[in-house]
């Protein structure tokens, strides 16, 4: 019963969240708005970022490599070829998609800081290639002047910031409730059981690099789409919007909101990419000094994160199961 009473009131202040973001370009002025259409973007890469960090049991920092692929194959086509909206967003799922199937074989067999170590040297590498790819890049000057896009064929182009605003808004809720359909499913039951125990499920007969693999893939495809709303949203890209900086806000945001939540680490990303904008107004020169003290101090406070964080302060009415009962529970659901 007490959970059904949670699962409502998550329902509510959800439903509460999303009616406060469709109103939000008719209360605040058009640099907010501005802000916020990139805000969701990051926030989608820390969706993407949770996923597999918290359900599939990979940590990561360099989910800004499939970001930037989708960012830049998103403003080449829209520049050369089409402006409708659902081409540029689908070229760059598949372009997020694409690079990380290119790296599945560097990532989906490493564990705890070596993958870190990787998804890190892929994502500067990533900027590096971005750099100095003149003729199709721009270099370190990157894309600017990137056509309006039209959602649809046949609708009109995106011309301010609320419209712009609104399309991502669009775009970002329907792919996280995708993602938290399929985490409903078989598939999203596994990636939880080999995160708890990937020894008891390999001994089931699962083939845990391949569940590994599609996730990895997944979480590309997000972050390739995340890039198209950024070219949206601000129509300029370059090399300096993927940096490392980038990828430490993102895992910050996720560690804040917990690893395995997706709507927590969407509201943490939101928050930490938003607290960065008003620092770097507030303290100039010092906001990445501040924003490093918050990742420690969160890491050491707030282990789990504020989401799982709150469930420590409710008063246990039960005994929780051990941990490997849990895992035992986790892989049977799975093996039925």
Do not use: K
Request: with cysteine.
């Amino acid at each position: 019963m007490r959970s059904g009473v949670i699962r409502r009131a998550r329902a509510g202040i959800a439903a509460l969240v999303l009616a406060g973001l469709v109103v939000a370009p008719w209360v605040v002025d058009d640099y907010t708005t501005a802000i916020l259409a990139r805000t969701l973007a990051l926030a989608l890469v820390g969706v993407s970022v949770a996923l597999l960090t918290g359900v599939a049991g990979m940590p990561t920092l360099g989910q800004t490599a499939p970001y930037a692929a989708g960012a830049y194959a998103c403003a080449v086509v829209g520049s050369r070829i089409s402006d409708v909206g659902v081409v540029q967003l689908v070229v760059a799922a598949g372009a997020g998609a694409l690079l990380a199937a290119i790296t599945v074989p560097l990532v989906v067999h490493a564990r705890g800081v070596i993958v870190l170590m990787i998804t890190l040297a892929i994502g500067e590498l990533v900027v590096i290639v971005l750099g100095r790819w003149r003729s199709v890049t721009g270099g370190t000057d990157g894309l600017a002047g990137i056509p309006a896009v039209r959602p649809f064929w046949g609708l009109p182009a995106l011309a301010n910031d609320q419209a712009r605003y609104l399309y991502a808004l669009v775009v970002v809720a329907t792919l996280i409730g995708a993602v938290l359909l399929l985490l409903r499913t078989r598939a999203g039951l596994v990636l939880r059981a080999g995160r708890d125990d990937e020894t008891r499920l390999r001994a089931s007969g699962h083939r845990v690099p391949l569940h590994l693999s599609g996730a990895h893939i997944a979480a590309g495809a997000i972050a390739g789409a995340a890039g198209s709303l950024l070219v949206v949203a601000q129509q300029y890209i370059s090399p300096a919007d993927f940096g490392f900086d980038t990828s430490a806000l993102l895992l910050l945001g996720v560690v804040i909101g917990g690893t395995a939540s997706v709507g927590g680490a969407l509201v943490g990303a939101a928050l930490v990419i938003a607290a960065r904008d008003w620092l770097f107004g507030v303290l100039p020169g010092h906001a990445p000094l501040v924003l490093g003290a918050l990742f420690v101090a969160t890491v050491y406070l707030l282990p789990t994160g504020v989401n799982q964080a709150r469930g420590r302060l409710r008063p246990a009415q039960a005994p929780a199961p051990q941990p490997a009962a849990a895992e035992q529970a986790t892989v049977a659901e799975v093996r039925r």
